[in-house]
Every structure is written in structure tokens, then in C-alpha cells.
DNA sequence: ACATTCATTGCACAATATTGCAATTATACT
DNA sequence: AGTATAATTGCAATATTGTGCAATGAATGT
């Protein structure tokens, strides 16, 4: 690919390395918010909706997100949907990621 | 804030949670590959650059990015640069992420 | 002080991400 | 089959991210 040319965005569509990908999906606040809610136990669109206070249409958007890295699965009951974690692993992941973010914080806090 | 307002964007600014901002910085082929060339340890710009092949500004961005959530420190030897890892439990979190992402595609081949 | 060199910042453009509303699709239930 | 309800998709608007070039800034060496 020539240097000069601008490509801009972000990963050019779905292509390169999937853990990328993987990470986008914990790179935002409302899809971490759910994550930690399903962490209590499966939860329907309904109690998602009203915790987030979020248009149905983006909270399905971000929880497709989830499932489309494996994070979280989907089940249906009736007439609603329930949600579930799919790989608890993601909260080691969580806990790392916050563990390590306060240690960066107090060395900020030490540095003045 | 009124429920009818198109916010758009990502997370309007640094405001949120600051785990996102730590994922965000680790959602990107780009800076990945910075944190895995770095894990043969510290390097300097030009090493970068030439291994990303990508604009010296691009790659000042990336690391400062890096640098922002305290996953890469800088210092100066001479006159040039030098980057490097500055909280190894970063390569926990890639290689936790990678396995989920193996397995999640291990079932994804069992399901078809 | 001056020049050189490297890193960073300002700017513009391209592409993606997030959101809400509206429309559509899917699926229980009668 | 028909209807009602819930979830998803299409669309448009806006914010943010990624990139490259040019200019600026910072620091070293003469």
C-alpha cells in the first residue's frame, strides 16, 4: 500500500488481528456496564434497558457486539430474551485491567 | 440529559470510565503490534517506524496513547528516544484475550 | 547563537463508532 | 392465519479515531 495514501477510520472493516477486535468490545463504558450487570446472573433486554437508560435499539447493537467475541450468549424464554456471560474469563480480564489503571493512577499521584 | 439528543461518538471526551479508555488503547492492530515488539524490549522510534511502516507522527500518537494509560514509558538516551513496557501484566491481558478468542473460534468451528 | 535532528502538534480528510427514531423482522400466543 | 410484542436492522446525525503532511518545538552538538 503506498504511505501517502489517507485511509483513515479505524481497522478498514473487519480485517486484521481479531484481538483488536476483541478489545473494542471492552472499549466502552456502556458495554462494560452490562458486562458488570450480567456478572449477577442473566438478565433480560428489559432490566438492561432500564438500568442503562438507552434506546432498545443500542443496547441490542452493543450486546450483538458482546456476542459477536464470544463475551456473552443469548437465550430465549417465552417471549423475552436473557442474556448471559459466555466466558467468565472476561471479568479476570476486567479486574486486571482495573488493577493495573489504579496502579497507574497512584504512580501519576506519587509523580506530583 | 434528554433521552432524544443524538450524542454520537465514542465517550465524548475523557469522561467515563477510565477502564474503557484503558481498553481503547489496547483495541487497535497498530498499537498491539508497538506492545509486542516492545515486549523484546525497549526500542527506539526509527525501530518502530520502520517496523509499522507508518508516518513518525502516527507512531508519536500511538505511543503517547500507550503512554496515557501507563502501559508504555519513554525516556532519552542521547538523542533519541526510547520506549518501553511499563507494566508487564499488559502481556496477561493479551494472552488472556488471545486464548478467549481461540476458544471462542473453536466453538464457533464446532457449531458449523 | 546556529544548525541539525528527532519528536510532537496543528490541520485536514477518511473511516468508524455511538446513538435515536422508524421500519422491519421474528416469534409467541390466540 | 392473525395479532401482539420484542428484537433487530436501516437510516441519519454527530463524535471520535486513524492517518499523512507540514509546521512547530525541543534538545543536542558545533
Known amino acids: 500500500m503506498p504511505k501517502g495514501m489517507k485511509m483513515g477510520g479505524r481497522m478498514m472493516g473487519g ?3 481479531p484481538r483488536s477486535r476483541f478489545f473494542m468490545a471492552l472499549a466502552s463504558d456502556q458495554r462494560l456496564r452490562i458486562l458488570l450487570l450480567l456478572k449477577e446472573g442473566p438478565k433480560n433486554s428489559q432490566e438492561i434497558i432500564s438500568e442503562l437508560n438507552l434506546d432498545a435499539s443500542v443496547i ?3 450486546l450483538m457486539m458482546l ?4 463475551l ?3 437465550y430465549k424464554e417465552g417471549v423475552t430474551m436473557f442474556f448471559k456471560i459466555d466466558d467468565e474469563r ?5 479486574d486486571l485491567a482495573t488493577e493495573m489503571t489504579k496502579d497507574w493512577l497512584q504512580r501519576m499521584q506519587n509523580a506530583f
Chains 1, 2 share one sequence.
Open 90 to 94: 472476561v471479568f479476570q480480564l476486567i
Open 67 to 70: 456476542r459477536n467475541v464470544g
Open 60 to 62: 441490542s447493537r452493543h
Open 72 to 74: 456473552v450468549s443469548a
Open 15 to 17: 480485517m486484521g488481528d
